[in-house]
């Protein structure tokens, strides 16, 4: 029998960010289609617990800001769009957070 089977344990951890950046366009041939680049901060949060028999409730709570970038390519028809894009920040004590992300987007005059 493992540990894990003769003492139970419950553990959970929510992580929260928000980002802001500001963003470069390198248009490309054919005219439909452009690179970009994002540099910016972003602010995370994280909080949870964890119960277990040698330690009652264990709390966990860590928050910070760090340097943020990304890259991307978007493709567009008209007012209407896509969006491929690679997003990286660092969260301490983990492996930080990427985020790939396929959007749609509608440009406004």
């Known amino acids: 029998s493992s540990y894990g089977n003769l003492f139970p ?3 959970n951890v929510r992580y ?3 980002a802001a ?3 470069g366009y390198l248009p ?3 005219p439909f289609l452009d690179l970009f680049a994002k540099l910016g901060a972003a602010r995370w949060e994280s909080s949870g617990g964890s119960n277990t028999f040698e330690a009652p409730f264990t709390s966990l709570s ?3 800001t760090q340097f943020a970038w990304g890259v991307g390519a978007q493709v567009h028809f ?3 769009g896509a969006r491929l894009e ?8 983990t492996n ?3 985020i790939v992300s396929l959007e749609a987007v509608l440009f406004l005059p």
């Open 21 to 23: 950046y500001g963003m």
């Open 62 to 64: 860590d928050n910070g």
């Open 16 to 18: 929260r960010a928000v």
């Open 96 to 98: 930080g957070a990427t």
């Open 86 to 93: 690679y997003e990286s920040f660092n969260i301490r004590n």
């Open 28 to 30: 490309m041939r054919p």
């Open 78 to 80: 008209g007012k209407i």
């Open 9 to 11: 344990t419950s553990a």
